[in-house]
T-cell receptor
Framework: GAVVSQHPSWVICKSGTSVKIECRSL??????MFWYRQFPKQSLMLMAT?????????EQGVEKDKFLINHASLTLSTLTVTSAHPEDSSFYIC????????????????FGPGTRLTVL | QKEVEQNSGPLSVPEGAIASLNCTYS??????FFWYRQYSGKSPELIMF????GDKEDGRFTAQLNKASQYVSLLIRDSQPSDSATYLC????????FGPGTRLSVLP
């Protein structure tokens, strides 16, 4: 079954509005979660690393004031796209590492089902 | 040099054939290696992972790892049209890094 959930799965909004996307780890705690963006027929692009209890780490070229990340608890990270514009329309995917408890080598990244954002 | 490299494809194989997907990585300290499958419009799903040199088999899938050559591959036996997707290689070293993916097309 799914180990990472996202909500909403699909959202349409008007230009200039803000949209919040939630990512939850199910049945396990994740001190770190990752946010990706994927445009049609392109590969995953890591946007930022969400860290529970501290600031997110953003990849080069990603505006931290536009893509606000809050890792509110060990099972929830949120991505807020502020003042969205049509060029922000994309498929947003989160992932969380689930450890076996034996060692870091056995961390496995599980992806959420993704959120398709369309900005009109 | 990109950290994780894959041929973008498309790789086309006939139904029933073996599909071979390759991935190279640059971080010699990488310890674990993953293959994900992504269907169009969906998020990636984990197929299998491998930590040790050699082969690891799971059903029709076999992952092969050669750390000396910094190379990991995925073989899909008896390929089916439903295997048509983009296959992402991911490497866990200092960071968790994904390759750009290889698009596989299995022709009926």
């Amino acid at each position: 079954g799914a180990v990472v959930s996202q909500h909403p799965s699909w959202v349409i909004c008007k230009s200039g509005t803000s949209v919040k996307i939630e990512c939850r780890s199910l049945d396990f705690q994740a001190t770190t979660m990752f946010w990706y963006r994927q445009f049609p027929k392109q590969s995953l692009m890591l946007m930022a690393t969400s860290n529970e209890g501290s600031k997110a780490t953003y990849e080069q070229g990603v505006e931290k004031d536009k893509f606000l990340i809050n890792h509110a608890s060990l099972t929830l990270s949120t991505l807020t796209v502020t003042s969205a514009h049509p060029e922000d329309s994309s498929f947003y995917i989160c992932s969380a590492p689930r450890t076996s408890g034996r060692s870091l080598v056995t961390d496995t990244q599980y992806f959420g089902p993704g959120t398709r954002l369309t900005v009109l | 040099q990109k950290e994780v490299e894959q041929n973008s494809g498309p790789l086309s194989v006939p139904e029933g054939a073996i599909a071979s997907l390759n991935c190279t990585y640059s971080d010699r300290g990488s310890q674990s290696f993953f293959w994900y499958r992504q269907y169009s419009g969906k998020s990636p799903e984990l197929i299998m992972f491998i930590y040790s040199n050699g082969d690891k088999e799971d059903g029709r899938f076999t992952a092969q790892l050669n750390k000396a050559s910094q190379y990991v591959s995925l073989l899909i036996r008896d390929s089916q049209p439903s295997d048509s997707a983009t296959y992402l290689c991911a490497v866990h070293g200092q960071n968790f890094v994904f390759g750009p993916g290889t698009r596989l097309s299995v022709l009926p």
